[in-house]
């Protein structure tokens, strides 16, 4: 009797299978969240500006480069593709060759403008997941979205969220903190992970941190984390 329990046991625990998960490139993250980001997912990225969280984006894009993994930066009124290519050739950690087949960068502000709503928004975004048939995506930065949407919005990012799962992508999605919370309330609804990026002062200097507040399948350590931001891109230094 013991012995068929204890196979029972045996039996539950070898079910269990651990979650894919893909490295983000950034030093230290990976080793305190299990391995890397779980696969697919949604991850918001939450900062003010200079907190670093283009440069975490860019990396994790590199990162996925450099293990022949297909990216797209999507634009939302961001600027042009060819200013952020120039910005990401400054890291160390960026390739040339990444930018001529594997990382695309799409501005989707022309398309906004012309789109009558969230499902043409929506089908313009799937439409370039099926083209390139990436494994990592940004979205840079939706909130500008809710302007246009309105009362569609949440619906927009519930469905976005969605065709991401079904792509078993892992999507970084940039937002910018409100006056109450350190991120935007209606991209946490549907992220996975939750990693605010913040600058404070400190004896007269700027420093900056990261703090991982959510992450699905994985235990993480709590509390702002130290982070450096060079040419060769974000690290971050658990314990400082």
């Known amino acids: 009797m013991m012995w068929g329990m204890q196979n029972c046991r045996d039996s539950r625990r070898s079910s269990k299978t651990a979650l894919d998960r893909i490295p983000t490139g950034i030093h ?33 894009l590199c990162k996925g480069a450099s293990q022949r993994e297909r990216g797209i930066y999507f634009m939302v009124f961001k600027g042009t593709p060819q200013w952020a290519i120039r910005f990401a050739r400054t890291y160390e950690f960026a390739e040339e060759s990444y930018f001529a087949s ?17 499902s043409e928004i929506l089908g313009l975004i799937r439409s370039e997941l099926a083209i390139f048939r990436p494994r990592r995506i940004v979205i840079d930065t939706p909130a500008v979205l809710e302007e246009i949407l309105k009362d569609e919005y949440r619906r927009f990012l519930l469905n976005l969220a ?37 600058n404070s002062e400190a004896n007269l200097s700027q420093r900056r941190s990261l703090e991982v507040l959510k992450m699905s399948g994985a235990s993480h350590a709590s509390g702002r984390i130290c982070v450096d931001i060079s040419s060769q891109g974000l690290a971050i230094y658990p314990g400082l």
């Open 28 to 60: 230290g993250l990976d080793d305190m969240i299990g391995g890397g980001l779980p696969a697919p997912s949604v991850i918001l990225v939450s900062g003010g500006l200079g907190t670093g969280r283009t440069t975490f984006c860019t990396q994790f």
């Open 102 to 118: 594997l990382i695309r960068y799409l501005d989707l502000g022309d398309a906004l403008n012309e789109a009558g709503g969230a």
């Open 162 to 198: 969605k065709v991401i799962k079904e792509q078993n992508i892992v999507a970084l999605i940039i937002g910018e903190p409100s006056l109450s919370m350190p991120y935007p309330a209606d991209i946490a609804y549907i992220a996975d992970g939750i990693i605010v990026l913040r």
